[in-house]
Structure formats: structure tokens, C-alpha cells
């Protein structure tokens, strides 16, 4: 069976206790690979790693910084399709996906910090011509960036770039669902010439490996992408150490349709944003609110279009949707299902489990669900599911839907559809989310500020905001005369 192994000072090592979790394929149910159980003694290791080469890849001139970086986004791009077939097999999600958008965000990630850098300057305040301030913007030293399943190597890549392009050290943990492309990852970098310790890869538990990786001394920040209740345990013991935190957290993402919308983008744009990944994205809107007047249209075109997905292997082209990514969220996801049947809700599409033929027969499959006849405000409609299932609603004004889409704790990404270019902005502006799409989904920028309000995080990633958040500003003042 093959092992995964950490990355520590610049070499793939086994973990020191020596153990491994089983993981597992989700599209077959079977064990397929063995990843380390790191515990405190790797993480101790890997953070010395990365304070010993701090002094070295900090002084690096930013052009050699950026070059090896680059040298890494190229591999990245050579080695796309293994990439994407590793991301597929270890996540569950269909090959096209990972191979056309995710692999090849990866890439972008990597080379756009790494352009990025060398235009990210020290400001400069005059004070008349008595005195002048600049602004020196130094790398922390070591930082830990801890991510999440969903989207493996796509949001590893998103928080490593810029910590590495401002000269950081980095110890990081992908999540022991999916360490595969971490680990091909590691490879890449040895092959790129990133040199020892500059990045470490601890696989593992987080609750065995995250308490040393959040608390250590030598940690100076902590970037973490993943749960709204993990994020609460990082920042209870990070947060009294004074580390710098940035939290990206969980979403219950209002998708609000307005009946003078473009209907033929709005239902095919609401198809993709509820189930692409099998709904695992935190950015999908599970929440879908209508207007009144076009919602039974709305509903007949929406179950239309959501009764051609395809729920199959996801190595297979014709796939739409993969499998959900472990056993356990399959069972969150499920239980959520029968949740919402307890608040009276009525299963207008899907609600239940796929069993596949042949050796797909014991993977994790649930069919695209679509919810009616809920209140905006019960359990399932305020609670963070994450996976293919989205409610529906109608809604009678402006008003109304805001108070809805308002309702949860979450505030992360809201989506608009209406051709009203004045509503538009004034729902924008009155939606508790750090991200707003009108009548568009998902369309990404790398330089726009990246995060959420509320349970969905504290902090922005993201351009100038990531850059800012892995360095320390120091504010030098020379008076003139
Ligand atoms: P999770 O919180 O269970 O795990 C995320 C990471 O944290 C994993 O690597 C895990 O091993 C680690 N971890 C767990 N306990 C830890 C601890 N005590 N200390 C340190 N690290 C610890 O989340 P998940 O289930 O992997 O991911 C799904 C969640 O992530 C969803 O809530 C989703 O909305 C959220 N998410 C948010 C964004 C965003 O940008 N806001 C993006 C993707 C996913």
C-alpha cells in the first residue's frame, strides 16, 4: 500500500512514532493509501526546520524568491492531469473538475504571489518637507497554514504562496482526508529547488498535530481554512499568545433570484453554484430565495436541469457529481436530509443515498437534493450542510428576502440575480457577506479581498490583503529639519 510522507527540511520522511491512518478512496469505500499520524514530536521538527532556513530564504531577493515559485507554478502545470487524477481519487470529486479548474488554480495561486511580490512595495508619507515616514514590510518568520478537504491543493496553495513570496517560513497541514497532492506537492518543490525547510508538510490529525502547529512559540501566525468550531479552538489558544490569525470559515450562502433576472443564466447558474464539488464548496449557495411571481417557473426549470446530473464515478468524463469525500460527511450530510424531513420539509429532488455498480458499490454517493416547504429560519436552513443539498423558497420583496438571507450566523458569499442594476447594488450593500456575485458565480479575481463576516472568519485573504497579512509592518519617521 503506498505511504504518504511528510515533508521536513527538504526531505520526505516517515512520521518519528512511526504510525499511519488508514485513507480511504470515497468513490469505492476502500483504504487506498496510508497517511502519517504526525503527532507533536513532527510538528516540533518541522517548525525548527523552518525557523533554521528563515534567516536564508528571507534574504533572498524577491526576483529569487519569485523564481523558484515560478519554476514550482510551471511543474504544477506539467504535472496537471496526475494532479488532477490524485485529487480526484483522494476527494471524490470529478476528474474535469480538478483537472480544468482546480489543478490549474493551483498553478495560478503559486504564480500569481509570485508576480505579485515584485511589486509589493514599502509606502512612503511626507509630512510637509519637516519630516517623512516610510513603511518597511517584513516577513513574520515561521507561519502554519492549516486547510481543509474541499478543495485540496487549491486553498494549500492559496495560503502557502503568499507566505513563501514574503519571505516566510511555512509548516503546513492539508487535511488527513486528503493528503495526496500535498504530498506530490512536496515532490514538486524538491524537484523546483525550493531549499530545505523553507516549506514543511506535517500530515495528520489535526486535533493531534494542530495544538503544537498553533501554539508554538516560533509560530508567529496562524492562516486556517476549514470549520467555524475549529476555528473557535484555534483562536482560544492561539489568540492568547498574541499570534496573528486569519480565519476562513464556514458559509450558508444565500442565492437570492429576482423574477426581472436573465432566468435561462439564473437556473443554469444556480445548478452549478448548488452542486459543483458536490456542493462542498464553501462559496455554493444553499439557500436558494425566489420571487414569487416566477417561482414555480423557477422550480420547473431548476429540477429540470438538476434531474440530468449525473451522480457516478469520478474518473468518469460524464460525471457531474462525485462522491461526497469520507464516510463520516457523508453521514453529516444524510442526517441533515432526515433533519429537514423533522422540520417538514418536503424532498422535491433527490434525498437519498446512490449505490453504484461493481467496485464503486460501497462509496459515498447522495443524489442532488432539493428541499421545498421549509421556514428560512428552522435547523436546516441556518446550519452549514455542506453537501448537495439546497433548500428553496419563495419571497414577496426586498425586504423580506434580506431579513432571510440575513438570518443565519454565517456571512460569507451571497449571490444576486435581477437585470435592475439599482437593486442590485442596493442588495449588495445591505447583505451580510464578504463576497457579493451579481448574476454571476464563483468568478474569481486573485487580487479582490477574499473572506467572510460574521461565523464565516476573521481576516481577508487574497492580493495586497495576504501579502499584508504574512508580513509585519514597521513605520520608520526621519525628521527633515
Ligand atoms: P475542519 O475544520 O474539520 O478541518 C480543517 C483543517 O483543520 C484540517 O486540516 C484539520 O485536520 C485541521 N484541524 C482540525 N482540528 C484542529 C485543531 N484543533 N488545531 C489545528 N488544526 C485542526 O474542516 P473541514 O471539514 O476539513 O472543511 C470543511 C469546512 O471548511 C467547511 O465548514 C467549509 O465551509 C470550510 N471552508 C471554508 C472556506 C473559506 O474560504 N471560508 C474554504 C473551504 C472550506
Redesign the pocket.
Known sequence: MQKILNYINGQLVEPVAGNYIDNYNPATGKVYSLCPDSDEQDAILAIAAAKAAFPIWSQYTTNQRSAILLKIAALIDLNNDALAQAESIDQGKPFWLAQKGEIPRAQSNMHFFATAIEHFASESHAMGDHAINYTLKTPLGVVTC??????PLY?FTWKIAPALAAGNCVVA?????TPMTAYLFAKICMEAGLPPGVLNIVQG???K???A??THPDVKAVS????????E??AKVAAPLFKKLSL????KNPNIIFADCDFKKAVAESVRSSFTNQGE???CGSRIFVERSIYDQFKTEFLAQVANLIVGDPLHAATKVGAIASKI?FEKVMSYIALAKEEGGQIIAGGHAVTLPGELSEGYYIAPTVIEGLAYNCRTNLE?I?GPVVTIMPFDSEEEVLQMANATQYG?AATIWTENVTKAHRVAAQIQAGIVWINCWLLRDLRTP???VKQ??VGR?GGWEALRFFTEQKNVCIKLN
Do not use: A, D, R, Y
Not at 476562513?248 to 458559509?251: D, R, T, V
Open positions: 492549516i486547510s481543509p478537504w474541499n478543495l486553498l497541514k492539508p487535511s488527513e482526508i490529525l489535526g486535533t498535530v494542530g495544538p502547529l498553533t486556517f481554512t476549514g470549520g467555524t468550531k475549529t476555528g479552538q484555534i476562513e470559515l464556514g458559509g464548496i464553501c462559496l460527511h452549514e455542506f460569507l477574499f473572506g467572510g464565516s472568519g485573504e
